[in-house]
């Protein structure tokens, strides 16, 4: 979860509007009203008021940041979102920025706005660069999907132009140096170029964004020029780009540092963004834009979520007060998220919305009416009884995300198209790396493995916990089972030791079980079998295939099996 610092003095200055005096906030206010955001004060600085604060939610990067705290609890204090008039601004002759045939290749999209009128102070400039680094980090899969350009606007000569150059055709100043390097050596040498110069890699033509007099401004995604991309306090004109390879996500930053700007004080002037291929929003966009995220859903289904009555226009006042145009039509309501979120996947998350900005306090306790003992569930004791005979065979546990990436368990495991590959994925995801939930183990003790080459071998770890199979018979078209995972790495590792493991397993959990030959892609032909227990395949046992280690990266030999617990238990 992101921790962010910011300092007690300038959030007062954002908790009030345009003109308004800032009055002090205490600690014990601040703390409340950090529910809101669901964040918590990790620690302060009396003498610099300077405040940590750690944020419970992933989906809601408009809050990683100074400006989006005070607005959310700036629009509960109000009752409403204020409307931001750079969303419908009309004007004739933009400035606009052009997109250069052949980048719907190599990194397709660009957003971009002017701001105009707030001089930037040094606690500002601490807030943008840290939302920048926060959203490019975390939200923009370390800049993969998302990054981020702030310049001076004064130097800056219209219209920008997001080219593609030869590596060795365009050099400028990065930041952090004073040395003229070409963008190749930039990869080669500078250090935001070593870290994410990966990127691009197999690209023969590289990311360029200069102005009319073809200005170097940056090389995205790796570094800003220092002539100007190197914004200074006291700066009253700024210029902010986002490229990245998801136009949502890019037009989503964009709103975010549009909005933010707009709340310290800046004129917001749209750009247009001219492309030579189709998006999903055109070939000419105005940026920022509201991607119009709304949903409609009955109010009654907020009301069983909640265990409270509280009726359509309770519903839309508490909505309203956190930041939703709400319409009411008899039974239901229509909720649209401002422009600066993009997080409305389900209906439990405007559930949640309309709790929080009641707060809790106000739902009424109900004490249960009945009495009753809890207890372990078969499949727990099971689960708990496996884990401590596998502690004792001298296997070090591991807890690992069920979410996961189709790349890391179909691709890694050579499963490809076939019945093992199956996989249960999430719609609408936020980030390719978990948006898939895992349909076995292995991968995620392969995952281990691979990040431990530095211990000392043999590596003999194992994890038990759930797995979604792909299952059309079901409801929701998978079922959850409980499953153990065991994997031995070393250099002699081999079929019969990970063979007398299982053995001991069966015995002490009082099964038996056989063995049979099948064909599996993760592992070596005739050096891989089913297990079979009382009439049913209960799992498999096998040696990894080499490619498959040599796809994860790991340089000694491994054995595995995986069982099904929720059949033992039954």
């Known amino acids: 979860m992101p921790t ?31 529910m809101l955001v669901k964040g918590e004060l990790k620690g302060q600085n009396l003498d610099t008021g300077e405040l940590r604060i750690e944020l419970q939610d992933s989906n809601r990067p408009d809050l990683w940041c100074c400006e989006g705290i005070a607005r959310q609890i700036r629009v509960k204090r109000q009752g409403s979102l204020p409307k931001y008039d750079f969303l419908t601004i ?10 250069a045939p052949g980048m719907e290749t190599v990194r397709p999209y660009v957003a971009a706005c002017a701001a105009t009128g707030y001089v930037v102070t040094q606690e500002g400039l601490a807030q943008l660069i840290q939302t920048q680094e926060k959203l490019a980090e975390m939200f923009g899969r370390k800049r ?46 500078h250090p935001k ?35 100007a991309g190197e914004v200074r306090v006291g700066d009253d004109a700024l210029f902010v780009e986002v490229t990245g390879t998801d136009l949502s996500m890019v037009v989503l930053t964009l709103n975010i540092f549009a909005t933010n700007l707009a709340d310290r004080g800046a004129a917001i002037e749209p750009i247009e963004v001219r492309y030579p ?35 359509a226009q309770e519903v839309a006042k508490a909505l309203m007060a956190y930041g939703y145009d709400v319409a009411v039509k008899g039974k239901q309501i229509a909720v649209t998220l401002p422009f600066y979120r993009q997080d409305l996947m389900h209906a439990m998350d405007v559930v949640e919305d309309v709790a929080i900005s009641r707060g809790y306090g106000e739902f009424l306790p109900v004490m249960p009416s009945q009495f009753t003992v809890g207890g372990l569930s078969r499949i727990e004791e099971v689960s708990d009884r496996v884990r401590a005979l596998m502690v004792g065979m001298g296997f070090q546990e591991i807890i690992s995300n069920i979410l996961s990436s189709p790349q890391s368990l179909r691709d890694a495991m050579r499963l490809g198209a076939t019945e093992w590959g199956k996989l249960v994925e999430v719609d609408n995801v936020m980030s390719q790396n978990f948006s898939a939930l895992r349909q076995w183990m292995l991968p995620s003790l392969l995952r281990v493995e691979a990040a431990s080459n530095r211990a000392f071998y043999p590596h003999r770890t194992f994890e038990a916990g759930e797995v979604a199979r792909y299952d059309l018979t079901q409801p929701q078209g998978s079922r959850t089972v409980m499953v153990l995972g065991g994997m031995i790495a070393h250099a002699d590792a081999h079929f019969s030791e990970a063979h007398s493991c299982l053995d001991t397993l069966f015995y002490y959990v009082n099964h038996t079980y056989s063995l049979e030959p099948i064909q599996h892609p993760s ?35 491994a054995v595995a099996f995986e069982l099904d617990l929720t059949e033992l238990a039954e």
């Not at 300038?10 to 005096?21: H, Q, R, S």
């Not at 350009?149 to 004073?178: H, N, Q, W």
């Not at 102005?211 to 790796?222: E, G, H």
């Open 4 to 34: 962010i610092t910011i300092f007690k003095q300038d959030l007062e200055g954002l908790l009030v509007g345009p003109g308004e005096m800032s009055q002090p906030i205490t600690i014990e206010q601040l703390e409340e009203s950090l």
């Open 90 to 99: 009309k004007s004739q002759s933009p400035k606009r920025l052009n997109v």
């Open 144 to 189: 993969r999907t998302v990054s981020i350009g702030i310049y001076r606007l004064a130097a800056i000569e219209f219209p920008v132009t997001y080219d593609l150059v030869r590596p060795d055709d365009v050099s400028f100043t990065p930041l952090g140096m004073d040395t003229v390097m070409t963008l190749g050596e930039m990869l080669l040498v």
């Open 193 to 227: 170029g070593l870290e994410f110069g990966g990127i691009l890699a197999g690209h023969d033509r590289l990311p360029f964004l200069c102005d009319a007099k073809r200005q170097a401004l940056s090389f995205p995604p790796i570094i800003n020029s220092r002539e």
């Open 277 to 311: 291929y189709k998006t999903s929003l055109g070939m000419s966009v105005m940026t920022p834009q509201d991607l119009l995220r709304s949903q409609k859903l009955p109010v009654r289904t907020i009301e069983q979520a909640l265990g409270q009555t509280l009726g």
């Open 523 to 557: 592992f070596l032909a005739g050096r891989v079998g089913s297990i079979v227990s009382r009439g049913k395949q209960v799992g498999v046992i096998g040696e990894l295939h080499p490619e498959v280690l040599e796809r994860w990266q790991i340089g000694v030999p």
